[in-house]
């Protein structure tokens, strides 16, 4: 039994349990109170780079008024993991664009990018929407300086005379310098064709070959554990083209926002798709895609998308077209 002063009289036996004493709500919430900012923005960093989706952020963020005005802060914002910015393109909003715009502003690079791409090619906002994708491939992202070389090889949100295939190549370079297997392509067939680069058809074939094993390797290793439970079974077991589990979280958005039936209606008259069914990118201008000189049926934004289509499935399905002036100015397929 506890006394008014604090003391406890010592236990009787056959006595009924001490009650617990109860610590009322005020003063836990004063001892939250007294923990400085700086650790409480040191917390909402880790917890911001380890999200795995943005429910979990924002649950987060509203767990109390302290959370949510700390969850604010540049440092937060800039940590932001990956996962954490998969915003949907049926859920997009205001409130999302305005919550990437904060990240974006904060220095967060992935959320540049994401947006920039958004603001490029879904909302059509080509002046924004290059200079956040500037912005990311200034902090040496990969994909930003990919997705900057196809606008430069294409002329894409400016006149077909501006095309520049000279700072198209010199960004794939780059870019395929910091691992990006797509760049690392493109530059192999600019050499192929002399587009940009000095043609050298050695050189770009040791590139083509490169990037087609770093390709083999890195799916190997994702699926290894299948092919070896497979092979012990006694299964016939074959590498598939599916991509999906490295195709970026923008190009997601893309394909979903240009699949959704009210954005459908209000589509261009005649602008394409990238028949790279992972690619979502969109004509900004009419001819500006690359068509397939066989059947000219499908095209493309890019060579790199145009290999993996062709390894995919336009392998079987393509077909030489009946008239001859439909293949005028189209690429060349599966080189």
Same mark, same amino acid.
């Given at each position: 039994?506890?006394?008014?002063?604090?003391?406890?009289?010592?236990?009787?036996?056959?006595?009924?349990?001490?009650?617990?004493?109860?610590?009322?709500?005020?003063?836990?919430?004063?001892?939250?109170?007294?923990?400085?900012?700086?650790?409480?923005?040191?917390?909402?960093?880790?917890?911001?780079?380890?999200?795995?989706?943005?429910?979990?952020?924002?649950?987060?963020?509203?767990?109390?008024?302290?959370?949510?005005?700390?969850?604010?802060?540049?440092?937060?914002?800039?940590?932001?993991?990956?996962?954490?910015?998969?915003?949907?393109?049926?859920?997009?909003?205001?409130?999302?664009?305005?919550?990437?715009?904060?990240?974006?502003?904060?220095?967060?690079?992935?959320?540049?990018?994401?947006?920039?791409?958004?603001?490029?090619?879904?909302?059509?906002?080509?002046?924004?929407?290059?200079?956040?994708?500037?912005?990311?491939?200034?902090?040496?992202?990969?994909?930003?300086?990919?997705?900057?070389? @196809?606008?430069?090889?294409?002329?894409?949100?400016?006149?077909?005379?501006?095309?520049?295939?000279?700072?198209?190549?010199?960004?794939?370079?780059?870019?395929?310098?910091?691992?990006?297997?797509?760049?690392?392509?493109?530059?192999?067939?600019?050499?192929?064709?002399?587009?940009?680069?000095?043609?050298?058809?050695?050189?770009?074939?040791?590139?083509?070959?490169?990037?087609?094993?770093?390709?083999?390797?890195?799916?190997?290793?994702?699926?290894?554990?299948?092919?070896?439970?497979?092979?012990?079974?006694?299964?016939?077991?074959?590498?598939?083209?599916?991509?999906?589990?490295?195709?970026?979280?923008?190009?997601?958005?893309?394909?979903?926002?240009?699949?959704?039936?009210?954005?459908?209606?209000?589509?261009?008259?005649?602008?394409?798709?990238?028949?790279?069914?992972?690619?979502?990118?969109?004509?900004?201008?009419?001819?500006?895609?690359?068509?397939?000189? @066989?059947?000219?049926?499908?095209?493309?934004?890019?060579?790199?998308?145009?290999?993996?289509?062709?390894?995919?499935?336009?392998?079987?399905?393509?077909?030489?077209?009946?008239?001859?002036?439909?293949?005028?100015?189209?690429?060349?397929?599966?080189?």
């Amino acid at each position: 039994m506890w006394t008014r002063r604090g003391f406890c009289y010592p236990s009787v036996k056959g006595a009924p349990p001490a009650k617990r004493r109860r610590i009322s709500s005020n003063s836990r919430s004063d001892l939250f109170e007294t923990l400085p900012d700086d650790l409480v923005i040191s917390i909402l960093t880790k917890l911001s780079s380890s999200a795995s989706s943005p429910s979990h952020l924002f649950n987060a963020f509203l767990t109390c008024k302290r959370f949510n005005n700390l969850g604010a802060h540049p440092e937060v914002l800039a940590n932001a993991s990956e996962k954490s910015l998969q915003v949907r393109a049926k859920s997009w909003s205001k409130s999302a664009q305005d919550f990437l715009d904060r990240c974006a502003n904060a220095g967060n690079v992935e959320a540049c990018y994401l947006l920039g791409m958004i603001q490029f090619y879904c909302l059509r906002n080509f002046i924004s929407g290059a200079d956040l994708l500037a912005r990311a491939a200034l902090s040496n992202h990969p994909t930003a300086l990919y997705s900057l070389a @196809v606008i430069h090889f294409n002329g894409s949100g400016r006149p077909y005379c501006h095309r520049d295939p000279s700072t198209g190549a010199a960004l794939c370079a780059k870019s395929a310098a910091l691992g990006n297997i797509d760049a690392l392509r493109e530059v192999g067939y600019c050499l192929q064709d002399g587009l940009g680069l000095p043609f050298c058809p050695s050189a770009a074939h040791r590139l083509l070959i490169k990037a087609n094993a770093i390709e083999l390797i890195t799916k190997k290793k994702r699926i290894g554990p299948q092919l070896n439970y497979k092979h012990r079974r006694g299964y016939c077991c074959r590498l598939n083209m599916d991509t999906s589990s490295n195709v970026h979280q923008a190009n997601r958005f893309m394909v979903e926002w240009w699949g959704l039936a009210g954005t459908k209606a209000e589509n261009e008259v005649g602008l394409n798709m990238c028949s790279h069914a992972l690619c979502g990118r969109r004509e900004t201008r009419r001819h500006e895609f690359r068509r397939c000189a @066989v059947c000219a049926v499908v095209a493309y934004c890019s060579r790199a998308c145009q290999a993996m289509h062709w390894k995919m499935e336009h392998r079987t399905r393509c077909r030489p077209a009946q008239d001859p002036a439909d293949v005028v100015g189209a690429e060349p397929e599966g080189a």
